[in-house]
């Protein structure tokens, strides 16, 4: 990693390196060896299918299933771990193992792919990043091969309990069975071992690392706190309202426990994992409307999902509760937020309701799907979720190409993106007098 010669901004390089992944990812899913029917990939569905797997999103226009060998399955597996843990994550892994010192600049770009504020214990963090992560996908692949080897031949078992823990743990959706999981939609063990997965995924390496240094939660800092509460309170709701609104739907006819953990899976899974244990496609169009809601919201900063993360949603409704009570200070926890955290929030938000409005909006021009099809997909898209209503597939190759884009974007954020693209300015050295302006 020679970033030293090189005059780009943290946020230049972090977008190019997934660029740079992407492009690798395309080109070995192109090869005759990755696919079935022996000629590979075109480039466009190659490019889609490496952007879904790198920024961890799972939509797919070929099933993963039956259009890929051992070694293309492989390869969709790496592009998977690489963009859950970071570019940079991967990268400090490698310069580990060859015992190459982290430089100042390499510092900075870690703190860019992780989303931290600050630049000290950066290395660190990703070392306890690193040893979470294999440490969470050998224990659940351990406990999945138990499940599948009642079903699958050994080695079979190996590989499928390996490829569904690194997809659920980086929140990435893809799936072996050609279905996703609606094979296991009342299976204890494998609900039990995804969903686990998905969350821990999603709340954050920072949130579990301080989970575990600080068993009390008293102790803990504010942004674990709101990470731990919205969280909380987006499970249980989306629960709640899964199990009445599809009871006699997609849940009908199963046993109470299964429809019990079907509607556990539907509130889970929209935190940017992807997997689905009943046909999304089914689902009523209320079910569809608070799925789009859970998957903008999506996962926790420094996690390996996408959305406009818990924090930023959980920053805008306490500002949004405070103008409302009329406090000047915004203030949580007996702490306060810096006004820069909240015009982050607030911009980090329109920007992605803004790319959403966008690409729907292009989308419904050129195609004839309904617009909650649309939307859904697209909303699945930027919070690098995989769910769809079925249309992937079916979509032309000028919406495959805005739908490639919306998932790059979602993966490395709306905010990081268009640092990285626009001119970084200086702080200026007076200021312009004030002026009121109604609104509302």
Same mark, same amino acid.
């Given at each position: 990693?020679?970033?030293? @010669?090189?005059?780009?901004?943290?946020?230049?390089?972090?977008? #190019?390196?997934?660029?740079?992944?992407?492009?690798?990812?395309?080109?070995?899913?192109?090869?005759?060896?990755?696919?079935? !029917? &022996?000629?590979?990939?075109?480039?466009?569905?190659?490019?889609?299918?490496?952007?879904?797997?790198?920024?961890?999103?799972?939509?797919?226009?070929?099933?993963?299933?039956?259009? +890929?060998?051992?070694?293309?399955?492989?390869?969709? =597996?790496?592009?998977?771990?690489?963009?859950?843990?970071?570019?940079?994550? =991967?990268?400090?892994?490698?310069?580990?193992?060859? &015992?190459? @010192?982290? /430089?100042?600049?390499?510092?900075?770009?870690?703190?860019?792919?992780?989303?931290?504020?600050?630049?000290?214990?950066? *290395?660190?963090?990703?070392?306890?990043?690193?040893?979470?992560?294999?440490?969470?996908?050998?224990?659940?692949?351990? %406990?999945? +091969?138990?499940?599948?080897?009642?079903?699958?031949?050994?080695?079979?078992?190996?590989?499928?309990?390996?490829?569904?823990?690194? /997809?659920?743990?980086?929140?990435?959706?893809? !799936?072996?069975?050609?279905?996703?999981?609606?094979?296991?939609?009342?299976?204890?063990?494998?609900?039990?071992?995804?969903?686990?997965?998905?969350?821990?995924?999603? $709340?954050?390496?920072? *949130?579990?690392?301080?989970?575990?240094?600080?068993?009390?939660?008293?102790?803990?800092?504010?942004?674990?706190? %709101?990470?731990?509460?919205?969280?909380?309170?987006?499970?249980?709701?989306?629960?709640?309202? +899964?199990? $009445?609104?599809?009871?006699?739907?997609?849940?009908?006819?199963?046993?109470?426990?299964?429809?019990?953990?079907?509607?556990?899976?539907?509130?889970?899974?929209?935190?940017?994992?992807?997997?689905?244990?009943?046909?999304?496609?089914?689902?009523?169009?209320?079910?569809?409307?608070? $799925?789009?809601?859970?998957?903008?919201?999506?996962?926790?900063? /420094? #996690?390996?999902?996408?959305?406009?993360?818990?924090?930023?949603?959980?920053?805008?409704?306490?500002?949004?509760?405070?103008?409302?009570?009329?406090?000047? !200070?915004?203030?949580?926890?007996?702490?306060? +937020?810096?006004?820069?955290? %909240?015009? @982050?929030?607030?911009?980090?938000?329109?920007?992605?309701?803004?790319?959403? $409005?966008?690409?729907?909006?292009?989308?419904?021009?050129?195609?004839?799907?309904?617009?909650?099809?649309?939307?859904?997909?697209?909303?699945?898209?930027?919070?690098?979720?995989?769910?769809?209503?079925?249309?992937? &597939?079916?979509?032309? @190759?000028? #919406?495959?190409?805005?739908?490639?884009?919306?998932?790059?974007?979602?993966?490395?954020?709306?905010?990081?993106?268009?640092?990285?693209?626009?001119?970084?300015?200086?702080?200026?050295?007076?200021?312009?007098?004030?002026?009121?302006?109604?609104? &509302?």
């Amino acid at each position: 990693m020679n970033l030293k @010669k090189k005059n780009l901004t943290p946020a230049q390089y972090l977008v #190019s390196g997934y660029f740079v992944i992407i492009m690798l990812g395309s080109l070995l899913l192109m090869l005759p060896a990755a696919t079935n !029917d &022996g000629q590979g990939l075109g480039a466009i569905d190659a490019v889609f299918t490496a952007t879904s797997a790198t920024c961890v999103t799972g939509l797919i226009v070929v099933n993963t299933k039956e259009a +890929f060998t051992l070694f293309g399955s492989t390869v969709i =597996m790496l592009l998977i771990q690489i963009g859950g843990l970071g570019i940079m994550s =991967m990268s400090t892994l490698f310069a580990f193992i060859i &015992g190459k @010192k982290i /430089s100042l600049k390499e510092r900075l770009i870690i703190q860019e792919d992780l989303n931290q504020y600050q630049i000290s214990g950066m *290395v660190r963090l990703v070392q306890y990043l690193l040893g979470f992560t294999f440490a969470i996908e050998g224990t659940a692949a351990a %406990i999945l +091969f138990l499940r599948f080897s009642q079903d699958y031949s050994f080695w079979n078992s190996i590989y499928l309990s390996i490829f569904h823990a690194v /997809s659920a743990f980086n929140n990435a959706g893809f !799936d072996l069975f050609g279905n996703s999981l609606e094979g296991f939609t009342g299976d204890i063990t494998v609900n039990f071992i995804i969903m686990t997965l998905i969350i821990l995924g999603g $709340i954050g390496f920072g *949130v579990m690392m301080e989970v575990y240094n600080r068993i009390k939660f008293k102790k803990t800092t504010l942004q674990t706190k %709101i990470v731990v509460v919205i969280t909380l309170a987006l499970l249980i709701l989306g629960f709640l309202l +899964f199990f $009445i609104l599809e009871y006699n739907n997609t849940l009908a006819g199963l046993p109470l426990l299964d429809k019990t953990l079907g509607a556990m899976f539907l509130s889970v899974t929209p935190r940017t994992a992807g997997f689905n244990t009943v046909p999304t496609g089914a689902l009523k169009q209320s079910s569809l409307f608070l $799925i789009i809601v859970l998957m903008f919201i999506g996962a926790s900063p /420094s #996690s390996t999902g996408g959305g406009i993360k818990t924090t930023t949603f959980g920053v805008i409704l306490v500002t949004m509760k405070n103008m409302i009570t009329g406090k000047e !200070d915004m203030e949580i926890y007996n702490r306060r +937020f810096e006004k820069q955290i %909240i015009y @982050k929030a607030f911009t980090i938000t329109m920007l992605a309701a803004g790319l959403i $409005i966008l690409v729907t909006t292009l989308l419904l021009v050129i195609e004839d799907f309904p617009f909650i099809d649309i939307l859904f997909e697209t909303v699945s898209a930027f919070g690098t979720v995989g769910l769809s209503t079925g249309i992937t &597939g079916e979509l032309s @190759k000028i #919406s495959r190409i805005l739908i490639t884009i919306t998932m790059f974007a979602g993966r490395v954020g709306p905010l990081t993106l268009a640092v990285a693209i626009g001119e970084k300015q200086r702080k200026g050295i007076y200021h312009y007098p004030t002026e009121k302006v109604m609104v &509302g």
